[in-house]
Nanobody, 121 residues
Framework: VQLQASGGGLVQAGGSLRLSCAAS????????MGWYRQAPGKQRELVATITTDGSTNYADSVKGRFTISRDNAKNSAYLQMNSLEPEDTGDYFCNAQIKSGRGWSTLRTYWGQGTQVTVSS
């Protein structure tokens, strides 16, 4: 199983970016998909998660500005980031909990490569 993240870039404060994450490989089902970020010199932190039925969870710092969504048919998740702030700068990582078979014993957590987001002031 692989997660491919894309969509990062350089944007001015107040701008927008949309990140995409696509899962491929031996996938039976995906339970939770999410985005995490890591700023230079800091620990990786949760940004947002979304379950199969569309329930979402956001870090307080991004509520009202970021929106996570997913397309179950495409095994993909997206992060629409609006009103970006310099504090949003960092590497953004896609995360997914994926079952490769019917049994819950097949559940594994996967990470995509980081996609860099830089917000200039």
């Amino acid at each position: 199983v692989q997660l491919q993240a894309s969509g990062g870039g350089l944007v001015q404060a107040g701008g927008s970016l949309r990140l995409s994450c696509a899962a491929s490989g031996s996938i039976f089902s995906i339970t939770v998909m999410g985005w995490y970020r890591q700023a230079p010199g800091k620990q990786r932190e949760l940004v947002a998660t979304i379950t199969t039925d569309g329930s979402t969870n956001y870090a307080d710092s991004v509520k009202g500005r970021f929106t996570i969504s997913r397309d179950n048919a495409k095994n993909s998740a997206y992060l629409q980031m609006n009103s970006l702030e310099p504090e949003d700068t960092g590497d953004y990582f896609c995360n997914a909990q994926i079952k490769s078979g019917r049994g819950w014993s097949t559940l594994r957590t996967y990470w995509g490569q980081g996609t860099q987001v830089t917000v200039s002031s």
